[in-house]
Each structure stands twice: as structure tokens, then as C-alpha cells.
């Protein structure tokens, strides 16, 4: 007997009974595509979120007031206010982010990890108007020149404002693709001249389209000197958050530290005290988001996996009511002289033919379900996850095969023989 | 083989007893069964139901072993081997026709008459070659490429005897081969089995019909798991007693 003969005979078997081996092959398939789709969108969501990530900006700290740190958030509730005047405990009063703070920041001697510092505040909502044609802006930047190499939005057309325009408080801005599409259309927008909130302000770039993922419409922005927009939109009040740029990539950490040694002396905290700012290092974020979704990409697969068992179990339901169905072929074989090996191959062979089957056809509806977009998130098939899955369904024909195949083995033939 | 040493015969029984079960419900099937069949025989073995003609087809076909006494088939004993062992025997030495036709469904006839063959381990060219060859023997050259189910039973009879002669065994084992036939298709059958022993198959029939045994050379009578008659009919080389009647 060649292993083409035992495939040969297989295949008839399964034939013999298509609806039956359909079903069965179904319950792998669900298994194997459900590994390699799940596993592709843990991976698609986790690429997602490291892109975002990125999009932050390349080796930056993003410095924002903490509503957990200085008076603690129960002294906070009980004064009714998140800035009250009154001391409610011997704790430190929670001190807001300023201009100062940036200052200090900046001071190479304090902090030479540092490159660049960008205050920043931002203004929601603020509606744009361009010759009758109107847009809200999702998010309105207000800050320094050097945001725009911290953050990483380089200008497509046009040009960034530079320090002169903080300084005079020129009513430049600079424009995110979504908001020139929405006022403009097809027309240069750099030169024209946008009311914003009901004041003037002159386009002088397009930002590059960075690509909106999610929620979230990343293009959907403008920035303008931080000085223009305090004075028309937002007035002078605290910061919203100070960007810190790293001068390379190992200086982050040390960065990180100057910046806690240099706030915390400003906003008197002593060790014991939480802080009343959060430093978001890109780095630990990106490590802790891993984290998070390896373990979700596990979870999923887990999940699967478990489903691929049950495949299995039906495997070895079907062989067995096979086997028994089918236990007069056997007692013929056996008296035409079958050895056992030969009856567990050929049953070990449907089994396996059954499960590789629905592992083929799994992979073959995980790559046309990857296709499309789930739950938000675009599937990104892991190569290794597809051979996984189908050399786990390849142990499982086999292992689930193995005792209906065994029990086929073992049948005497006189009594196969006699079974009706 | 030399003409002074008689070969080894095909069938060596002695006192071959099958006990079923034990202590009271103990069933005594055989109770000591001594036979010999020479190369070239053709023998009925005839006997009411529970006289213990299955059991001896069982034991003698190498799907049973005896419960005790000795059984040589070809010069082999039988007792010693294991189940692997027994299984190419089975394939080598035996051929069994049963009363059911027992071909595999959704196997071609010639895939059925093939499957002795490839168990035993032949080339797919050659098998192919044999099984047409005794396909045609049984006079079913026309209808290789049929399913069980599209061949009429004296058809599917005709297959499983050809099944059972493609691998040269020393022995045709048939157990009622005609019990499931018309009279008509019966008789086409026995008229194979004639062609066949006169060309110098051995065989043994088990057959509970007068009609059938006497196509046989040697007739023995079994009842209570003993031997109670044997006769012989016509010599052990010469042809069967009704080959003649049939070809003329």
C-alpha cells in the first residue's frame, strides 16, 4: 500500500458521505479562520495603535497637567473646583502648566537633554468661515514654531510660521488637509485669509495629509502662534500641555528626568507628594500599548483555539460513527489479508484529510475575511499564524483520528464480518 | 519438488478442538477435528446449522485460531503466528468467496478484485494486470469498471471469486458461495469453481445443499463438531464429477 493508495481510499470514504464530511470540515474551518482572523486583527489594532503612537512625534515627551496630583482629587471635589483658591489639607496646591515652566524647560544649562520646547494650548471647536463656505476645526493648535518638527506635521504647500509671528502675535495659521478641503476646495488656500471664531487669521500652509485612522481625523487641525490664538480664542491661561523634544532617542530617559527634577522644584513638590503634571514618554507608552495588545492578540487566539478543539471533537464523533458504519468493510479487508497498520492508516488518513481540508479552506476565508475592515480595525495577517493554524489542524485530524482509527485497527475479523 | 516426497497438503487438522466461552456455558464447536486436503482437491463440507461448519471455515481461513490441537495450512502452522502474521497469511494463502458477495461498495470491480493485491504489497501495473486477468476468467471483462451495485448478484459473485483466485492462493475458501443466488446464477458460479479445480485450485466448500456438494470430489458431513462421513467421489487428480456434465 502507497501512502497515494491510503490517500485514494481515504477520499472515497469521505465522498461516500459529503454532506457529513461538509459539516465536519466546517467545524475546522471555523477553527482554523477564526486563529488566523483574530490573530490578524490583534495584530491589525496593535499596528494601528503603534502608528498613532508614532505619529506623536519622534522622540518626543508630551508634559500635561495631572488632575490626580497636588491637592488629590477628593480636597479638589470638596472646594467644588478644580483650581479653588482655598488649601484644603497640608498637601501642595495643584499648579497649572505656564509659559514659565516651558521657559525653564528650555534652560540648557537645567535640562541639555532637551532640543526643543512647544507650549501648547488648544482651542475645540472653533468654527472656520471662508467666503460663506464654514468648518469646525476639531482641534486648534496654539504654539511655537518647533512644534511643528516635535510633533512630526511637516508642511506640504506653503511654509510654518516662525518666531517673529509668536513674538508680534501675527495672525498666521497653518492648515491640516481636512480643514483646507472642507473651506477651500479645489483652491490655494495659502494667502487667503480665514475667520476663526470671528477673527482674521492668514493660511500660510498645508500641512502633509497624515492619514486619519479610527476615530480620529489627525488632518483635521490648524495651528497658529501660540501668542495669536491665547490673545483672540483662548485667552492667557494655563498651558494645555508642553512638548519636549529629545535630542536623539537615548536622550529620552535623562530628558524625562530633567524635566521631573526641573517641574517638580518649580511646582514645589517634595518626594512623598504626587506630582501635578504627567510625563507621557512615547517610548513607555509604546511599550505598555504592546503589552496591552500581545496579551489581547492572545486572548483572541486563545479564544480560537479553543474553537479549533471543538473541530476536533467532532472529528473524532464523525469517525467513529464511520467506523462503526462501516465495520463489515473493515472485516473484509481484514480477511482479504488487510494488516492493522494499514486499516489505521486509512482511517488516520480520512481523519487527517478531513481536518487538513478545513484547514485549507480556513486560511482561504481568513485571507478573503482580511480583506475588510473589522470592528475598525484593518486585519493584518500574521504568515506565521496561517502555518501554525494548519499544522495544528494536521495534529488534530491526527490526534483526534487516532482512537476511532485504533478502534477500526483492532476490530476481529470475524466478528466485522458478521456485523450487519 | 521431487517425486518421492509428496508435498506438504494444503490443509493439516489435528484434533483440532474451538471452545467458546467457558466453564458451564462453555460451547464445545469443534471437539477434535482431524482432516487432511491434498494439493488439487475439491471438497464440500456439508452439515446442518450448529454443526460447526463456520468454526471450521473461522479456523481453517486463518480468522480463528483452534483452542487447541494443530492446524498446518501450506506447511505453516497457524497457532504460533500473530495477528499480523495471520493477516498475510490470509492474504497469501487463502481466498475467500463469501455467501454475501462482500465486495467493498463504492470500489470498482476491478478496484475490489485490486485490494488483495495492493495489501499485499504489488505494483499497480501488475495488479492491474492480474485482477483484468481473473476478471476474465470469471467471465467479466465487460464489466471491470462497475460499481457493486450496478452488477447483478451472480455478477458480484463472479467478482468476489475473482478476488479471491487473483493473489494464487493455496486455498479457495468459499462458505455457501451459491446461498444468496437464483438457481440459474447458482450454477454459472459452481460452473467456475469446476473450471477452477480442474485446472488445479484446491478448494473447500461449505454448502448445507446436496445440489452443491456434488460438484464436489470429496464430501464430508460434519455434525456435533465431529466428522461423521467422509467420502470421496472421484480421484484427488482427476476433474471434478460434473465438469463434463456442464461443458458439454
Not at chain 1, 461516500?16 to 470540515?25: E, F, H, V, W
Not at chain 1, 475592515?373 to 483520528?401: D, Q
Request: include cysteine.
Amino acid at each position: 500500500m502507497t501512502a497515494v493508495e491510503i490517500l485514494r481510499f481515504a477520499l472515497r470514504g469521505l465522498s461516500a458521505n459529503k454532506l457529513r464530511s461538509a459539516l465536519t470540515t466546517l467545524g475546522i474551518l471555523i477553527g482554523v479562520a477564526a486563529v488566523i482572523l483574530l490573530v490578524a486583527v490583534g495584530e491589525g489594532s496593535s499596528q494601528r495603535i503603534r502608528e498613532n503612537i508614532q505619529r506623536l512625534g519622534a522622540n518626543t515627551l508630551t508634559v500635561m497637567p495631572s488632575t490626580t496630583g497636588g491637592g488629590g482629587v477628593v480636597a479638589r471635589l470638596l472646594v467644588g473646583g478644580r483650581r479653588g483658591g482655598e488649601r484644603s489639607g497640608p498637601r501642595t496646591q495643584a499648579k497649572d502648566l505656564t509659559l514659565q515652566d516651558a521657559r525653564a524647560l528650555a534652560d540648557p544649562t537645567r535640562a541639555p537633554s532637551v532640543k526643543s520646547v512647544s507650549p501648547v494650548v488648544t482651542a475645540q471647536g472653533q468654527t472656520a468661515t471662508y467666503e460663506g463656505a464654514s468648518h469646525t476645526i476639531g482641534q486648534l493648535v496654539g504654539t511655537y514654531p518647533s512644534y511643528f518638527a516635535a510633533s512630526n506635521k511637516p508642511v506640504a504647500k506653503g511654509t510654518y510660521f516662525f518666531n517673529d509671528d509668536v513674538l508680534a502675535a501675527r495672525k498666521v495659521i497653518v492648515i491640516g488637509q481636512t480643514v483646507a478641503e472642507n473651506l477651500f476646495g479645489t483652491v490655494d488656500p495659502i494667502g487667503k485669509q480665514i475667520t476663526v471664531s470671528g477673527v482674521p487669521f492668514t493660511v500660510v500652509g498645508v500641512l502633509k495629509e497624515s492619514g486619519s485612522s479610527g476615530f480620529d481625523d489627525a488632518d483635521d487641525v490648524a495651528i497658529a502662534p501660540l501668542s495669536a490664538v491665547q490673545q483672540s480664542l483662548t485667552g492667557f491661561g494655563p498651558l494645555g500641555q508642553i512638548i519636549v523634544q529629545a535630542k536623539s532617542a537615548d536622550a529620552v530617559d535623562s530628558a524625562q528626568q530633567e524635566i521631573t527634577q526641573v517641574l517638580n522644584e518649580r511646582h514645589g513638590i517634595t518626594d512623598g507628594a504626587s506630582a501635578d503634571y504627567r510625563i507621557l514618554n512615547q517610548a513607555t507608552l509604546q511599550e505598555t500599548v504592546n503589552e496591552a495588545t500581545n496579551t489581547f492578540t492572545v486572548l483572541l487566539a486563545a479564544v480560537a483555539a479553543i474553537s479549533l478543539i471543538v473541530g476536533g471533537i467532532g472529528i473524532t464523533n464523525i469517525m467513529l460513527v464511520t467506523v462503526t458504519e462501516r465495520t463489515r468493510e473493515i472485516g473484509i479487508r481484514k480477511a482479504i489479508g488487510a494488516p492493522n497498520r494499514a486499516i489505521l492508516g486509512q482511517f488516520l488518513a480520512e481523519a487527517t484529510v478531513l481536518s487538513l481540508l478545513g484547514g485549507l479552506l480556513g486560511v482561504a476565508v481568513a485571507v478573503i475575511g482580511a480583506q475588510f475592515t473589522i470592528a475598525g480595525v484593518k486585519p493584518v495577517i500574521v504568515p506565521a499564524s496561517i502555518v501554525l493554524a494548519l499544522g495544528v489542524s494536521v495534529a488534530i485530524g491526527l490526534f483526534f483520528g487516532a482512537y476511532p482509527a485504533g478502534r477500526a485497527a483492532r476490530l476481529r475479523p470475524i466478528e466485522a464480518l458478521r456485523f450487519e | 519438488m521431487s517425486a518421492a516426497t509428496a508435498p506438504a497438503p494444503v490443509l493439516d487438522l489435528r484434533q483440532v478442538t474451538k471452545v467458546y466461552g467457558e466453564g458451564e456455558t462453555a460451547v464445545h464447536a469443534l471437539r477434535g477435528v482431524t482432516l487432511t486436503v491434498e494439493r488439487g482437491d475439491y471438497v464440500a463440507i456439508m452439515g446442518a446449522s450448529g454443526s460447526g461448519k463456520s468454526t471450521l471455515m473461522n479456523i481453517v481461513g486463518c480468522l480463528d485460531v483452534p483452542t487447541s490441537g494443530t492446524y498446518l495450512l501450506d506447511g505453516i502452522d497457524v497457532r504460533v503466528l500473530n495477528e499480523n502474521q495471520l493477516a498475510l497469511v490470509r492474504n497469501r494463502k487463502v481466498g475467500f468467496v463469501f455467501q454475501a458477495f462482500n465486495l467493498i461498495p463504492r470500489m470498482t470491480a476491478l478496484a475490489n478484485v485490486e485490494l488483495p493485491l495492493a495489501y499485499g504489497g504489488m505494483k499497480p501495473a501488475e495488479r492491474r494486470r492480474r485482477a483484468l486477468a481473473a476478471l476474465e476468467l470469471v467471465g467479466l471483462a465487460d464489466r471491470v469498471g462497475h460499481h457493486p451495485n450496478q452488477l447483478s448478484g451472480g455478477q458480484q459473485q463472479r467478482v468476489a471469486v475473482a478476488r479471491a483466485i487473483v493473489t494464487s492462493p493455496a486455498l479457495l475458501l468459499a462458505d455457501e458461495p451459491t446461498g444468496a443466488l437464483d438457481t440459474a446464477s447458482g450454477q454459472e458460479v459452481m460452473r467456475i469453481f469446476d473450471r477452477l479445480s480442474a485446472s488445479g485450485r484446491t478448494i473447500v466448500l461449505i454448502t448445507h445443499e446436496p445440489d452443491i456438494a456434488a460438484h464436489a470430489k470429496r464430501v464430508i458431513r460434519l455434525m456435533d463438531g465431529r466428522i461423521v462421513e467422509d467420502t470421496r467421489r472421484s480421484p484427488v487428480a482427476g476433474p471434478p464429477p460434473l465438469l463434463t456434465e456442464v461443458t458439454s
